[in-house]
């Protein structure tokens, strides 16, 4: 148990829709990364959030958005959803200092058909 | 970010030390090398991370060579729930940490 939690865990969503899936970090961690792991491969960094603001972004297009809140909980929303968005949506909190690990959630499965 | 090269699998009998390595020769001199584990559908787990000591914890001991561009984690008495993917990532202090995940190391303990 590393006290990050996402919300829904599971969710299925048609072709074109929009998602919004959610995490709260662990208590006293003000920094929040998303990461999408699709089958058989390791997670793959989508963007960092660090008071409130966008702290560093992967190779992912602008239909994939992010909000962090003033108690550090964050959101991750998916536009326009494609086939290939089905996978698990992961998200690890962290204090930026040096050395400071990520703590992942349990993560949240997207099947987009 | 540097590049880490891992065996794709490995098995280990329970109860011996399960020593899995990695290759990250390109490591610059402010990367640290971490190792998280996924256990199947679970999110990665935190296990251990050094920049040139070895380091060891509750979970698993670190051996980094002088040269930094190897290093094996060593889970000193395998169990069956130690059977996971074990990844070996490379990530700098600086900036915002992004952990860049290979497909790192399927690792089976059998009884």
């Known amino acids: 148990e590393t006290g990050v939690t996402q919300s829904p865990t599971h969710l299925i969503k048609t072709r074109g829709q929009q998602v919004t899936l959610r995490c709260s970090s662990q208590?006293?961690?003000?920094?929040v990364s998303w990461y999408q792991q699709a089958l058989g491969q390791g997670p793959q960094f989508i963007f960092q959030y660090y008071r409130e603001e966008e702290n560093g972004r992967g190779n992912f297009p602008p239909r994939f958005s992010g909000l962090q809140f003033p108690n550090y909980s964050s959101e991750l929303n998916v536009n326009a959803l494609e086939l290939d968005d089905s996978a698990l949506y992961l998200c690890a909190s962290s204090l930026v200092t040096s050395q400071e690990t990520q703590y992942f959630g349990p993560g949240a499965r997207l099947l987009v058909l | 970010d540097a590049k880490t090269t891992q065996p794709t699998s490995m098995d280990c009998a329970e109860g011996r030390a399960a020593n899995l390595p990695c290759n990250h020769s390109t490591i610059s001199g402010n990367e640290y090398v971490y190792w998280y584990r996924q256990i199947h559908s679970q999110g990665p787990q935190y296990i251990i991370h050094?920049?040139?000591n070895n380091e060891t914890n509750e979970m698993a001991s670190l051996i980094i060579t002088e040269d930094r561009k190897s290093s094996t984690l060593i889970l000193p008495h395998a169990t069956l729930r130690d059977t996971a993917v074990y990844y070996c990532?490379?990530?700098?202090?600086?900036?915002?940490?992004?952990?860049?995940f290979g497909q790192g190391t399927r690792l089976t303990i059998n009884p």
């Open positions: 990532i490379v990530s700098a202090i600086q900036g915002a940490q992004k952990l860049v």
């Open positions: 208590s006293g961690h003000n920094t």
């Open positions: 050094g920049l040139k």
